[in-house]
Structure formats: C-alpha cells, structure tokens
C-alpha cells in the first residue's frame, strides 16, 4: 500500500504557474501507475493526468492538454504535476493517488487561481 503527500498549491492569478509534488511512501512505489485529480468546490474529483510506472507515457484530459505536465522520479518516490497557463476554472484540491485509484487519498493541496 502507498501513503500518499501532496503539496505544492497555493494562490496564483490566471496564466500563472505552479509545480504540485507528491510524496509517496512504501518500497513499491515504482510498481504503480500514478494520477493527479482535481475536486473543484461542489464538484465531483476529476482525473488530471496519469503516467505509467516508467514515466515513459503519460495521458491527459483535454482541458489540460499542452498546460499540465506529469512527472516521476522513482528515486524520489516522487509524482509531480508542473501547471502552466493556469485558469480560473483550474481552481480546486488536488490529489494524487495510484492509477487505477485506491481508497486511501491524502489530504490534497489547494490550488486556488484568481482571475
């Protein structure tokens, strides 16, 4: 099982810039995929962006294409999401989780873009 940390977000105006990390735990981190979703207030939590255990391929929503980049160190056990062009409508907590996602989410980092 993977415990998971998320951090990084903050307040940013719109076409700004922030870089969320995600720190997991437990030896067999390398052996998961690995997503970013997205919970906006009063909606239900999104995907994001997903990368396979390798970090060789990675898959996005459309409404963060060409924005949104998913990283991976394993050495780190570390998934980062590196967020460009931000939007309001980008605004929400963010989590990472193994992909397909498990039951156990950390507690998110908030991501709040003003317009």
């Known amino acids: 099982q993977v415990q998971l940390v998320e951090s990084g977000g903050g307040l940013v105006q719109a076409g700004g810039s922030l870089r969320l990390s995600c720190a997991a735990s437990?030896?067999?981190?390398?052996?998961?995929?690995m997503a970013w979703f997205r919970q906006g207030l009063r909606k239900e939590r999104e995907f994001v962006a997903r990368?396979?255990?390798?970090?060789?391929?990675?898959y996005y929503v459309d409404s963060v294409k060409g924005r949104f980049t998913i990283s991976r160190d394993n050495a780190k056990n570390t998934v980062y999401l590196q967020m460009s062009s931000l939007k309001p409508e980008d605004t929400a907590v963010y989590y990472c989780n193994t992909f397909p996602a498990n039951d156990y989410w950390g507690q998110g980092t908030q991501v709040t873009v003003s317009s």
């Open positions: 437990g030896r067999t981190f390398s052996n998961y995929a």
């Open positions: 990368i396979n255990w390798s970090g060789g391929s990675t």
